[in-house]
């Protein structure tokens, strides 16, 4: 695409806005928004009336819009809009990592099938440029690890939390007022938007399409004074922690918070910022830091996939066409802290080993060894009065 390109953008909230914003402060892109589609007319908008309009056609039938910038906090309706201007020869991108995730086969075929580019860089970590990297820098069979932390929002919390003694609900308001939570926070705190993430990481580290699923998600939502007091005591910090791994031909992944060492360097990644720790075979470690969430942090991951569509990039998914043989498992075995209050208990059969069990009144923990499949499937789990972090040790 050599001329300029016109795009038609959905939605005009946090992210809409910060695209908005950078586009009209970056020179040398190509590109201007002809018309933004938004879901309430009544809404005051900070810039003028005849960009905004409540009729997707009016984008998706605009031949002159070359590219669809998909930035709305609704699934199926994403998804819709995403599938018909692929239909229609647009090229897309979008940041909705929930509906990348949930529907990644069938928005696979409409690439293939109308040979058009569907870029998604701001879905996984806003700012950090992961998966052009993955795609790109990683395009060989070296890569062995990607872990990090995934979610602005919660670290957010997590950071109030254990550096300045703020309450979660205040911290988790605070994320709100700012743009770093979701429209829904539980997707959030319950670690489903690191997952959403992984899922898609997983595609372009490994070559493996999962469903949610199949991914273990758990979150921060149960975490209790004398957890964080627990992790004090051990000169740790918890983070909400993403990985998937690959060992021999199998890979693992999962989703949960985990006591991490003050000196260690995801303890460097605060606030709303997002880190990711790459490891290759000969390259050993990389890290990389950047905004997680925000209007402006995820609007330049957005341009950053408009000017990629300038010069024709798309993904190739060459970790799918490569036919690595990897094979996706959960059968491997994780050290964990679980506490609880007594009315509920951890099945102690569950795990394969306990190390430590500590009971007083109010707080009893014990740390064990458990599969990651058993984890799964355990109904302890599902109860509020019970917490699980990762501890340090693991692989
Ligand atoms: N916020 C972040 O930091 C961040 C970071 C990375 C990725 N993302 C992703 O970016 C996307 C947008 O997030 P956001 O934070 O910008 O959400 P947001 O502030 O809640 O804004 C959502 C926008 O979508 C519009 N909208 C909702 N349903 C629509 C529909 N059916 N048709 C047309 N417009 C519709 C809304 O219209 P009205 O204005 O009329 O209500 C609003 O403008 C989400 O997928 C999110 O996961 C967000």
């Not at 998914?317 to 679980?338: A, C, D, F, G």
Request: charged share 25%; net charge neutral.
């Amino acid at each position: 695409m050599k001329r300029k390109i016109k795009l038609g953008v959905f939605g005009f909230g946090c992210v809409g806005q910060g695209l908005y914003s950078v586009l009209h402060q970056t020179k040398g892109i190509n590109a201007e928004i002809k018309k933004i589609c938004i879901k309430h007319p009544d809404k005051a908008r900070p810039i003028d009336a005849s960009f905004f309009t409540t009729s997707r056609d009016e984008i998706l039938n605009d031949p002159e819009i070359d590219v669809v910038v998909e930035l709305i906090d609704e699934v199926d309706a994403a998804f819709e809009i995403v599938s018909s201007a692929l239909r229609k020869r647009k090229a897309v991108v979008s940041a909705n990592k929930k509906m990348i995730a949930e529907n990644f086969p069938a928005l696979l075929k409409l690439q293939q099938e109308f040979q058009t580019p569907f870029l998604y860089e701001a879905s996984c970590c806003a700012s950090i440029p992961v998966i052009r990297n993955l795609e790109e820098y990683y395009d060989n069979d070296l890569l062995t690890s990607v872990e990090g932390i995934l979610n602005g929002s919660t670290n957010y919390i997590l950071t109030h939390i254990f550096e300045n003694n703020k309450a979660f609900d205040e911290a988790l308001k605070d994320a709100q007022r700012l743009g770093y939570a979701e429209s829904d926070p539980s997707l959030d705190v319950r670690a489903l938007d690191p997952k959403y993430k992984l899922l898609i990481i997983l595609v372009h580290a490994f070559g493996i399409i999962l469903n949610p699923g199949d991914i273990f998600n758990y979150g921060i939502q149960n975490l209790k004074d004398a957890d964080i007091r627990y992790a004090r005591e051990k000169n740790a910090r918890i983070k909400l922690i993403a990985r998937c791994c690959k060992n021999g031909n199998k890979v693992y992944a999962y989703c949960m918070p985990r006591f991490v060492p003050v000196s260690d360097t995801l303890n460097k990644v605060t606030y709303e910022y997002n880190g990711l720790l790459l490891e290759g075979a000969f390259a050993e470690h990389q890290f990389f830091m950047g905004k997680g969430a925000g209007g402006n942090a995820t609007g330049s991951a957005v341009l950053s996939d408009i000017s990629a569509l300038t010069y024709d990039y798309r993904y190739e998914y060459k970790k799918l066409n490569q036919n690595l043989n990897h094979t996706y498992t959960r059968e491997i075995e994780l050290e964990v802290y679980v506490s609880y209050n007594g009315a509920i208990q951890p099945a102690a059969a569950d795990f394969e080993s306990i190390s430590v069990r500590h009971e007083s009144p109010g707080f009893n923990y014990l740390v064990g060894r458990i599969s990651l499949l058993k984890l799964m499937k355990a109904k302890w789990m599902d109860d509020p009065s019970v917490n699980l972090v990762l501890t340090e040790n693991n692989i």
